[in-house]
């Protein structure tokens, strides 16, 4: 097999675009991206590179090929595993699927989820792992686990957590689709833009991103998964927000440097000039 077809096989791409960003495709087009276990693995295993010394990976941005983004977990793997024992165990997959999402959210770099077409069950459950989202404003997210006789395991939680609980209703209990502006609008992307321009709208915000200081953006990702999910009073919550501002100056000299600069006139992002 030529090296050309060999990428073409592999079912998650990993591409090093430079500048502290990277990008993982899912690349099962013909399957609408549904991940078997060899999808996740591989998924997991690109995660890893980004984490390796040296990658110098901030942001990732995370993508499929083809006409869907995700459409869930691989049901055919699914049936095959339930018919022949020595196949598989539903559990043992329900688990490496788990872990994917596990890993995306404890992923030292942030992660933006570029949407395009389809994103169902396991695929809504990747763009709730995500920490910012892209969304083709045509795309069509949902849970259609309901018509299966299942409560959405992974989808359903990830997507209570962060919508109102009758919009979480709707998607659970009618397996309806939402488009990419709707998704916004409730609060599951940031933005949503025509087809075309996912994939650019996506790298251009993954480049202003990993523009700032990585120490700064890791801290910062890790807060935003520890409040309000695992603290919530206000006080803990303040204090928590403290410490983590004492642990990224002790680890790294970007703020004083900032600081510094802005007294010196230069405005950093999001800030006037000094007075």
Known sequence: MSAANAEAAAPVLLERLGDGVARITLNRPAQ???MNRAARVALLNALDECTRPGAGVNVIVLTGSGPAFCAGVDLKEVAKEQD???AGNLDSRRASWRAVQDELAKHPAVVIAAVNGFALGGGLTLINAADLAVVDEDAQLGMPEIGFGLYPALAGPATQLRVSRKRAAWLVLTADRIDGRTAVEWGLAN???PADRVAAEALSLARRVAGYDATGLRWSKRALWTVPEHISGWSRALDYG??????????ADATQRGLE???SGTRNPGQGSAP
């Open 32 to 34: 609408r991206n549904a």
């Open 84 to 86: 022949d024992p020595a």
């Open 191 to 193: 933005l949503a833009v």
């Open 242 to 251: 403290e410490d983590v501002g004492a642990r990224i100056r002790a680890e």
């Open 261 to 263: 600069g802005f007294a």
